[in-house]
């Protein structure tokens, strides 16, 4: 049975070194609180390797956002049932860097929106439905970096092509209507406030719910 707490902190594409400190500060304070804390991550080709299957697969992650999200899904299964699951039962507050949500924006701003019912459907697989031990969690953290900032870090610092301000403008619009769905709250993560000032707000609303 569920006892612990499982916490999500998502951003859009560019917004990875906000998530990454704030994750850094919200375990330290955690801990410092005297909380047992773990990690683990959305599921992507990093987690991938990590869990071993990498090497099996040499999975080309990024290529095609539809077999990304099947795979991001099984991947998900494994961490959730190794990982996250375990860790709540020993109540252990659970830090995941990304995940549900963040598999859905990648198929919603790809254009993958004619069954989005389904592919909802298919998520909530991977989180356990269906096997009676279904993980939701109990607040997501929306690191919301604009979509101009985002853009200019990937594509003009990065180098990396996305498609424009308009690809980061549809993830951010995604995101901020899908929070309220996953007992969500915004956290303004822009350039104009300072990194501690946007993790002291994380730990503020973690405490609130602890």
């Excluded at 704030?22 to 773990?38: E, P, Q, R, T």
């Excluded at 659970?94 to 859905?104: A, E, G, R, T």
């Excluded at 929106?113 to 356990?128: A, I, M, P, Y």
């Excluded at 549809?170 to 709250?185: D, H, P, V």
Aim: proline residues 2%.
């Amino acid at each position: 049975m569920k006892k612990g707490k499982f916490i999500v902190i998502e951003g859009i594409s560019g917004s990875g070194q906000q998530v990454k400190a704030g994750i850094v500060a919200l375990h330290k304070a955690l801990v410092d609180l005297g909380y047992n804390v773990v990690e683990c991550a959305n599921p992507d080709s990093g987690r991938a390797q990590e869990l071993g299957v990498a090497n099996i697969l040499n999975w080309p992650f990024g290529e095609d956002a539809r077999a990304d999200f099947f795979f991001e899904g099984a991947v998900r299964a494994e961490i959730f049932n190794k990982v996250v699951r375990p860790a709540l039962a020993d109540d252990k507050i659970v830090l995941c860097k990304q995940s549900s949500i963040s598999s859905l924006a990648n198929a919603w701003v790809n254009g993958h929106t004619g069954h989005f019912d389904t592919l909802r459907h298919l998520e909530k697989l991977s989180r356990g439905f269906l096997f009676e031990d279904e993980i939701y969690p109990d607040l997501t953290l929306f690191f919301d970096v604009p979509a101009e900032e985002a853009c200019e870090r990937i594509e003009d610092i990065l180098q990396i092509q996305h498609g424009g301000i308009e690809y980061f403008q549809k993830m951010r619009k995604f995101y901020l209507k899908e929070l309220s769905r996953w007992n969500g709250k915004r956290i303004d993560a822009s350039a104009s406030r300072s990194q501690d000032d946007v993790n002291a707000e994380a730990l503020a609303l973690v405490k609130a719910l602890l």
